[in-house]
């Protein structure tokens, strides 16, 4: 009896790592060292001074930047 790669990686998880590994490419079929598409976007966020999206094949990430200029308190006044 086969196991489906899915059932294999669940109860193996290392040993499916492993086979792929020895062929030098990742599960998905790229190479070890070639790097999934990136995209790069800024000023995705409107409520923000500044931000960005960042997609890496199925993950993404947000980034946003809030700032404000102030006058530090006086019993603080070394601080900010």
């Known amino acids: 009896m ?3 790669p ?5 109860i193996h998880p290392l040993e499916y790592y492993k086979k792929f590994l020895t062929q030098n490419v990742r599960p ?3 190479k070890l060292n ?5 995209i790069i976007s800024t ?4 409520t923000a001074e500044g931000s960005s999206l960042i997609k890496m094949g199925n ?4 980034c ?6 102030m006058v530090p308190l006086e019993e603080e006044s ?3």
Do not use: H, W
Request: no cysteine; glycine share 12%.
């Open 78 to 80: 070394k601080n900010g």
């Open 43 to 46: 000023g995705s966020l409107n």
């Open 28 to 30: 998905d079929g790229r």
């Open 59 to 62: 993950t993404s990430v947000i």
């Open 64 to 69: 946003g930047i809030k700032a404000e200029v």
């Open 2 to 4: 086969r196991l489906e």
């Open 6 to 10: 899915s059932a294999f990686l669940k």
């Open 34 to 38: 070639t790097i999934r598409k990136t």
